[in-house]
């Protein structure tokens, strides 16, 4: 499959109709946002502040001025969105992710406050609601002076503590070439930026929970910019992050669940040979195929318990409505392929599963992926109403067996080949009566039975990584073997302990 190949199935029209909260005016194209508008306005504001208080004394009254109508400004644009993040991404300038276009006479302002985000190694700047002018004055005055020599950003970080600036938050901005490159020879600067990444896609999951219920527009850009960076690490070495990925988080199911899918999926993706590109449009797909969980009541989502057929009805319709809730979401009218995912994530290759339409189905090409790393993650996750999980392998012979009726057998095959017969996070059970956890598979295919492991020992501890495959004292075979995979709660946080960062 190449991005070329990509169908593009038109939205059913029948399904549409049948939906009975779907209205019309959802599809229609929105109003431009106010932020736009205020966008240029509010980047002068800002430069115009910044500068005054480098050369003047806050109190000063020309400072005072240009802190009002920079507070003013905060103000409107708070009122309009909820929120005022300004980031610098490749040379653009976004706030709350909407490109600021600006006339060639306010380029300057623009210009200077891209450089100056970009000396102090700051991708976003987030202007809490409670943030106050006395604090605005004090937080310019201190980002703007002279860059530290070193760790640029921290010092910065340091300098807003010690002022007790708490409400305006700033984000690091991370070389992403230059640090991968450095990262390959250094295992724990890759194991540092997964444990960001993943905790950081949680977050962000959060951040549109909140923007739903608020009915906020979700933050489309830091998604792909989440996701991007989860691409990058994936081409390099994406053990920690599929490690991370088998965790399971019980309390905030919904938010890791998603974020365990885009992992999942965009390394099926990126085994299969798409674009980098693609790859992280797969991720955002993946992070929001569950949005229209959001609309199911807790009672029904955690019920421990199995569904009456009324509640069961309620549950399938998620897909329907997240991809309502995904076509209120103005930048993904052109790009479709999240609200197609969401639509379709519980359709299988046969054509079972809902939502039911007249006629077949013409799935996405991204749906084949994500149904998978879906029913994966699902499967091998405790749940209220679930006692027993399966363990990863048993899961994987699973998704092998239904190849060809409930799964694309392409991607099965690339799946399981990538998977490996002991997927990464697996606890198993050593010959000589350890447990393990897999940490990475063996580099020879004839070897797929004999991963790299750490033991669990009892203290809690974990041995350094041991290779199955090698041979014991200089001899020829091999000190341990799996006898199998187990499912033990016990070993979950000693196993956790093995992937996140100390
Ligand atoms: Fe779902
Ligand atoms: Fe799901």
């Not at 502040?49 to 480098?54: D, E, S, Y």
């Not at 250094?186 to 993943?198: A, D, L, P």
């Not at 046969?350 to 189905?361: L, T």
Request: a neutral charge; hydrophobic letters at 40%.
């Amino acid at each position: 499959m190449t991005a070329d190949s990509r169908m593009k199935p038109s939205f059913p029209a029948s399904i549409a109709a049948d939906c009975s909260i779907m209205n019309d005016d959802i599809f229609l194209p929105g109003p431009a946002r106010q932020i736009e508008r205020l966008g240029p306005l509010l980047v002068y504001c800002l430069f115009s502040a910044g500068r005054t208080v480098r050369i003047h004394d806050v109190n000063n009254r020309a400072a005072q001025a240009a802190l009002a109508k920079l507070g003013q400004t905060l103000d409107e644009c708070a009122r309009l969105e909820g929120r005022v993040a300004i980031a610098s991404v490749s040379d653009v300038l976004l706030i709350n992710d909407v490109r600021i276009i600006v006339d060639s006479q306010s380029m300057g302002p623009l210009l200077y406050l891209i450089d100056e985000m970009k000396k102090r190694k700051v991708e976003e700047i987030d202007f809490g609601p409670d943030v106050t002018l006395p604090e605005l004055g004090s937080f310019l005055k201190l980002f703007f002076l002279e860059p530290a020599e070193e760790d640029v950003f921290g010092e910065v970080n340091r300098r807003l503590s010690e002022a007790g600036i708490v409400n305006i938050r700033l984000t690091e901005w991370i070389e992403r070439e230059k640090f991968l490159r450095d990262a390959k020879e250094e295992r724990r600067e890759i194991r540092e930026e997964s444990n960001k990444v993943m905790s950081r896609a949680v977050m962000f999951m959060g951040e549109v929970l909140r923007s739903i219920e608020q009915r906020r527009p979700i933050q489309l850009p830091k998604a792909h910019r989440l996701t991007q960076q989860m691409a990058d690490i994936i081409q390099t070495d994406e053990t920690i992050l599929v490690g991370l990925s088998s965790i399971k988080d019980y309390d905030e199911y919904t938010f890791s669940h998603s974020v365990n899918v885009s992992v999942l999926s965009m390394l099926i993706s990126d085994r299969m040979g798409l674009h980098k590109n693609d790859t992280a449009q797969i991720g955002v797909a993946a992070l929001l195929h569950d949005i229209g969980k959001t609309h199911i009541p807790q009672s029904i989502l955690n019920k421990p318990a199995r569904l009456n057929t009324d509640e069961w009805s309620l549950m399938k319709r998620h897909s329907m409505l997240g991809a309502i809730e995904l076509s209120r979401v103005r930048s993904l009218r052109a790009v479709v392929d999240p609200i197609f995912v969401s639509l379709q994530h519980h359709l299988l290759y046969n054509g079972s599963g809902y939502p039911v339409k007249p006629g077949a189905w013409e799935l996405h090409p991204y749906t084949h992926i994500i149904v998978i790393a879906d029913i994966y993650d699902a499967m091998t996750t405790p749940r209220i109403y679930r006692e027993r999980t399966l363990t990863p392998d048993r899961v994987l012979r699973y998704i092998l067996h239904k190849s060809g009726e409930m799964f694309d057998p392409l991607v099965v095959k690339v799946f399981i080949k990538t998977m490996g017969l002991y997927p990464v996070g697996t606890v198993v059970e050593l010959d000589t009566g350890e447990r393990a956890v897999v940490l990475r598979q063996n580099d020879r295919t004839s070897f797929l039975h004999r991963p790299v492991v750490s033991l669990l020992r009892e203290d809690g501890s974990h041995s350094e990584p041991i290779d199955l495959a090698a041979p014991a004292d200089g001899g020829t075979s091999c000190r341990r073997s799996i006898a199998g995979s187990v499912q033990d709660a016990d070993c979950e946080a000693r196993k956790a302990r093995c992937f996140v960062m100390k």
